[in-house]
T-cell receptor, first 114, second 113 residues
Framework: RKEVEQDPGPFNVPEGATVAFNCTYS??????FFWYRQDCRKEPKLLMS???SGNEDGRFTAQLNRASQYISLLIRDSKLSDSATYLC???????????????FGSGTRLQVQP | DVKVTQSSRYLVKRTGEKVFLECVQD?????MFWYRQDPGLGLRLIYF???????EKGDIPEGYSVSREKKERFSLILESASTNQTSMYLC????????????FGDGTRLSIL
């Protein structure tokens, strides 16, 4: 079982739609959580951190459910420029050393259509 | 803004060659990371370093080694390149504190023929 799991998509939505992605993680010792965005043939870039109480940044809302071990990303009023792959990222203790490194999901592809 | 620079955007090498991928960051970050990214597999951690001359194996260290002689530079070494090491390689850095996000370089697309 992967440590971080995402639906690969693609999610095809019209402009202006609201779309939500979920991500589950298996390690209950995970401490910090992020959503990254990756455009085709580009490096991943931080979209937003995810806080326990949930947080919002413009059209983007992130939530964390520790009990069920999942995080979510909601995008409202989708724009064409939102088309990208969204990576769920979890800070997990390394299995041998306990040091934490970011573990990435495989990503969910979003295609916003005109 | 954090700047993470990888030495090559595209690289083509032959099987059996020793390959060096260089990464430099300009923000005095303690932590640096090397990942590879393959379709359907996402980013997988190869090695990371939390201090000069310190290194730790990630999830897929076999066939790779690293060097961190200076804080700003983290090198990934393919000792004897093989075709299954054809991939996109991404370097990242992060300041101290394990809740901080990582910042990535542009990536090196490495092809082993």
């Amino acid at each position: 079982r992967k440590e971080v799991e995402q639906d690969p998509g693609p999610f095809n939505v019209p402009e202006g739609a609201t779309v939500a992605f979920n991500c589950t993680y298996s390690n209950s010792a995970s401490q910090s959580f992020f959503w990254y965005r990756q455009d085709c043939r580009k490096e991943p870039k931080l979209l937003m951190s995810v806080y326990s109480s949930g947080n919002e940044d413009g059209r983007f809302t992130a939530q964390l459910n520790r009990a069920s071990q999942y995080i979510s990303l909601l995008i409202r009023d989708s724009k064409l420029s939102d088309s990208a792959t969204y990576l769920c990222v979890v800070n997990i203790p390394h299995k041998d050393t306990g040091r934490r490194a970011l573990t990435f999901g495989s990503g969910t592809r979003l295609q916003v259509q005109p | 803004d954090v700047k993470v620079t990888q030495s090559s955007r595209y690289l083509v090498k032959r099987t059996g060659e020793k390959v060096f991928l260089e990464c430099v960051q300009d923000m005095d970050h303690e932590n640096m990371f090397w990942y590879r990214q393959d379709p359907g597999l996402g980013l997988r951690l190869i090695y990371f370093s939390y201090d000069v001359k310190m290194k730790e194996k990630g999830d897929i260290p076999e066939g790779y080694s690293v060097s961190r002689e200076k804080k700003e530079r983290f090198s990934l070494i393919l000792e004897s390149a093989s075709t299954n090491q054809t991939s996109m390689y991404l370097c990242a850095s992060r300041e101290g504190g394990q809740v901080m996000p990582q910042h990535f370089g542009d990536g090196t697309r490495l092809s082993i023929l």
